[in-house]
């Protein structure tokens, strides 16, 4: 992983709809600001099982390949990191290594009731190391 040396933004993202407008947000501030991206694949537990692996690989690629294609164009350094932790810890935990500016998620519930059930936005908002923006 390469040490950052100026402003950081850490985002989730799984290749959902919900993380691709999170990681959309989080590109167009980096661009704004100058700062780089940190992408964090969470949940990503290694292979029990060689045979395990061929599927996990796969699915690693296809989402580097997928924000790869959501970045094209813009002027912003971006790495992918792949994490065996929960969302909740992944991003903390990384916000806190390499000292973020801010944290972007995507929103996890149906609008009407987003507020109640964000669990992930929710958790980070009361231990995040650094300021937390969930986009809808």
Excluded: C, K
């Amino acid at each position: 992983m390469t040490p950052y040396h100026g402003h950081l933004v850490v985002v989730g993202f799984n290749g959902s709809r919900r993380s691709d407008r999170a990681l959309a947000y989080a590109a167009g501030h980096a661009a704004r600001t100058g700062a780089d991206l940190l992408l964090v694949l969470a949940g990503e537990d290694p292979a029990p099982w060689p045979t395990h692996a061929v599927p996990r690989e796969r699915r690693i690629r296809r989402l580097h390949a997928q924000a790869e294609s959501l970045l094209l164009g813009l002027e912003v350094h971006w790495q992918l990191l792949v994490s065996a932790a929960g969302p909740r810890s992944a991003l903390r935990q990384s916000a806190r290594r390499y000292q973020a500016d801010l944290i972007v998620v995507g929103a996890s519930a149906p609008h009407w009731h987003r507020l109640l059930t964000d669990r992930v936005g929710a958790a980070l908002a009361r231990s995040a190391p650094s300021p937390i923006l969930v986009v809808p």
